[in-house]
Every structure is written in C-alpha cells, then in structure tokens.
C-alpha cells in the first residue's frame, strides 16, 4: 500500500513539471490526495490538495494560479501540474492520502500524523 511520487526534475525559472501521484496496493476514490514539499533545512508544508467525491481543490498561497492539481481515478493517479516555476519551488515533493476530504485534515500544516502511505518522494529542483 503505497504511493509513488514521480516526474521531478531540473528547471529552469519560468519551466513547467508534471508530478504524478500513482498508487498501489489501493484505490484512490476514497481519498483525499495531497501534495506536501520539503526543501533542504526547512519543514514539510502542503501544497496542494485534492479531494475525493467532489474533487474539491485547495492550494497554499504561495502556488495558486501556477499549481494545479487534478486525479484520474482510472489510472489510479493524481497529478501536479506545476507552471511558472521559481528557484523557491525546488524542493523535495511528496503525494500522501488521508480520509476522504483535504478540509478537516491536517493539510497544509507542517505536521500530518492523518497522512498515510508516503513515498520516497520526487526532487524538484528551479535554477538558471
């Protein structure tokens, strides 16, 4: 029972990445999917969260209007579609699942004791 965050790379500023989140051993229908990112010396924060039902969306502010979180629940995945990426981006980014709504969770927090099934995570890294 896992999720398996994939698609980091190098950009440069202003570059697009697409994170998937792909689960295995579950189904994702039940869950509310977030997106957390860890940069080097600071804590995990929320970046983005998808719930199930409705697919209700939620964003920390430092990302709105360029981040952009979406789940097919068909292939088992969720995605984030990063856009105008800054150095302040890279980081290490992680997809966990919790209940079945992101609003009541602990996201975006920087503890998230109700998020389960961690990957090893996706390195994201913004330089010129």
């Known amino acids: 029972v896992q999720l398996q965050a994939s698609g980091g790379g190098s950009v440069q500023p202003g570059g697009s990445l697409r994170l998937s989140c792909a689960a295995s051993g579950f189904t994702l229908d039940n869950h509310a999917i977030g997106w957390f990112r860890q940069a080097p010396g600071k804590e995990r924060k929320g970046v983005s969260c998808?719930?199930?039902?409705?697919?209700?969306?939620y964003y920390a502010d430092s990302v709105k209007g360029r981040f952009t979180i979406s789940r097919d629940n068909a292939k088992n995945t969720v995605y984030l579609q990063m856009n105008s990426l800054k150095p302040e981006d890279t980081a290490l980014y992680y997809c966990a699942r919790t209940g079945p709504l992101c609003r009541g969770s602990s996201w975006p927090g920087t503890h998230h004791p109700d998020f389960g099934s961690w990957g090893q995570g996706t390195l994201v890294t913004v330089s010129s």
């Open positions: 998808i719930s199930s039902g409705d697919g209700s969306t």
